[in-house]
């Protein structure tokens, strides 16, 4: 399976806002859908020079983001950013063939498309064959915001950011996002897009399902008083376990929707291993159960501060 990290950041990184050329000359970037992710690297790539066309539904957004300055033009009409050398489209998922269809007909023919969403293998498969010099991305950062006034700069300094090219994505394509990418400072990936699935699914949608369910099963104590109680005990062991569960139900939902059979998978393992923990406790098998703790504290490490 080929996943690779592309390029490590470069030492005396300033942040996002504070970066002032790009390493590969200044480009035309369009950015569609100027919402947290689309906001944030219209912020991030115009403080390295480039012009930024935004393209957003609402035209009030587009005016935002022009006054703002987190572009230099913007309109809901697709011709304005369909005039750019790379474009980021940043809309939700359902909304991204859509946007695509929109800007076609306007494209010039050199024009690179790349886009944010979550998910890849169903979104890869849609988009690749409506423009050929298409890279398939997404960068792994958020907050629990959304739309332009969650935007933010900086956001993907540190964080992954990962590209899914396949056999008929053009090589310079491919360069052309990953230098503009790798100007963000983020960690650059590359890997097949029904890798990136399941690899997202073990990661970030399982712990949506997972976080969820926790916050579910407490609400299911049948007494009254005990979960107000629980309500009021509740710290930060609580809060970090519950906080993914809390967010945005749409986002947990497209996660279900897009990566339907990867995160069944993960469900189902999940289910087994919380049988075993059932097990080794209802048989008082505290060995067993000191065991599991054990592996999973030595393991933890691997996915919080992978080397
Ligand atoms: P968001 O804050 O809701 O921004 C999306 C923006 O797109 C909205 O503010 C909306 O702006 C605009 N929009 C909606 N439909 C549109 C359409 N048909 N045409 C043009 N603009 C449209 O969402 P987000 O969190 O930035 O997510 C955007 C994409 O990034 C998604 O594909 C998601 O999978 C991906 N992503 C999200 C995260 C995360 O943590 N949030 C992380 C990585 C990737 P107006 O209606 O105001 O014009």
């Given at each position: ?145 959304s ?61 949506v399902m997972?976080?969820a369910?926790?916050i ?28 993914v569960g809390g967010g945005n139900p749409e986002l947990g939902v497209m996660m279900a929707r ?50």
């Amino acid at each position: 399976m080929a996943i690779y990290s592309v390029a490590a950041p470069e030492e005396g990184y300033a942040g996002g806002a504070n970066n002032t050329e790009s390493q590969g000359g200044v480009m035309k970037i369009g950015i569609v859908g100027l919402g947290l992710i689309g906001g944030s690297l219209a912020i991030d790539l115009r403080s390295q020079g480039h012009t930024i066309l935004g393209m957003s539904r609402r035209a009030e957004t587009c005016e935002q983001a022009i006054a703002r300055q987190i572009v230099h033009e913007a309109s809901p009409d697709p011709k304005l950013v369909a005039s750019a050398d790379l474009i980021f489209l940043c809309t939700p998922l359902a909304a991204l063939q859509d946007s695509v269809q929109q800007l076609v007909p306007h494209l010039a023919t050199t024009a690179i498309l790349t886009d944010v969403g979550s998910v890849k293998q169903p979104i890869v498969q849609q988009l690749a064959p409506l423009w050929p010099n298409f890279v398939g991305g997404h960068p792994m950062a958020g907050t629990a915001e959304s739309g332009l006034d969650a935007a933010l700069s900086g956001l993907f300094v540190d964080r992954p950011y990962v590209l899914t090219p396949t056999e008929s994505t053009p090589a310079h394509a491919l360069a052309t996002v990953a230098e503009v990418v790798r100007s963000l400072r983020c960690r650059l990936y590359q890997c097949a897009p029904a890798e990136h699935d399941r690899a997202v699914a073990w990661i970030s949608h399982l712990p949506v399902m997972v976080s969820a369910s926790l916050i579910a099963a407490c609400l299911s104590e049948p007494e009254a008083a005990v979960l107000e109680l629980a309500q009021h005990l509740a710290s930060s062991g609580f809060r970090d376990t519950s906080r993914v569960g809390g967010g945005n139900p749409e986002l947990g939902v497209m996660m279900a929707r897009y990566n339907q059979a990867a995160l069944l998978n993960t469900l189902h393992a999940y289910r087994n291993q919380l049988d075993g923990l059932i097990q080794q406790i209802e048989q008082a098998n505290w060995a067993a159960l000191d065991q599991a703790l054990m592996r999973t504290q030595a393991e933890r490490p691997k996915f919080v501060e992978p080397q």
